[in-house]
């Protein structure tokens, strides 16, 4: 297991706002995982930190990160099953299941996100989401420190929800995903199709931790930050996207806390025009 002191987080956070942890682990296996939270410190856990506002520049709270390690996948060949470590890529995921001639997982190949985050926001896209190809899950509970397993319809997914957010005692250590035979140039086709729809309408060229906020019922984020001229609103170094106002990004040198007040200004509009509670979609830490 790697262990890094006075960590640099700046890569390890989409938005790339600068901050340092005192020490971040990286285990490698489920040992490394159980031992590490043995020690009864207490820690923060990153995925791939796509979906994550990092709110102080200085954590003297440990980090366990689970990105480009902890991320076996295997294929069950003959139940047309993919296990996944949690640290492996959703994009890894979606390649060797089209290798393999396994459809289902198309609309992970350009979600950035590791497994574990996967099941936590229940991802997705217009084309599926994580509830819809997940058989079970291994996790350590930290209240008695036992590995268990949960099937899918044990794990309350809702729109860009599951257990995992409302019971933080649980980490996410090993995903079964349960697909069905396909033919690999068909599958290719709609990786190909929804990545190029999906970088046309997303601010890629600006670091982001993809939508801010989520949708609420019957309405879309975007043309209501539109309506109310926030297209392009500025602070500090965040910005709402002038490509895509449903995004915020880091035009210049943003802090969390320019993020974080961006946030509350776009909610306080929303409030004032549409008597609407905007529900931020990013876990901030
Ligand atoms: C350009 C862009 C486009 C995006 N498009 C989409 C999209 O189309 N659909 C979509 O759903 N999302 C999208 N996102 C958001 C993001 O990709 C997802 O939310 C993703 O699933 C986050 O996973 P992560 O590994 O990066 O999690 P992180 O950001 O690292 O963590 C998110 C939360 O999960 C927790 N967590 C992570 N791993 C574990 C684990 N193993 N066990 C328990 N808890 C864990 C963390 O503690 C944290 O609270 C996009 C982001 C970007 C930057």
Redesign the pocket.
Known sequence: MQVYNEFDLTEYN?YRLKSKCKTAYFPENEDDVVELYKTEKSF?????????ILSKDYYDTDFII?NGNFNKVDVVTNLNVITAE?GASILNVSEIAEENGLTGVEFYY?????V???V??????KEGETKNILKKVR?LDLRDMLVKEKINEELEFEY?NSM?QKQKN????KVWFQLTRGNPLDIRKIMDESKER?WSK?P?EYP????VFKRPPGKFVGPMLDELGLKGYTIGGAQVSKKHSGFIVNINHATGSDILNLIKHIQHKVKERFNLNLEV?Q?I?
């Open positions: 989409s923060i856990l990153l995925g791939s930190g796509h979906n994550l689970f949690a350009d979600i950035p996100s590791s574990g985050g996967a936590v926001m229940n991802a997705g896209t996790y860009r995992f649980k980490v996410i250590l999906r997303q890629r982001n931790s993809g939508s979609e876990r830490i």
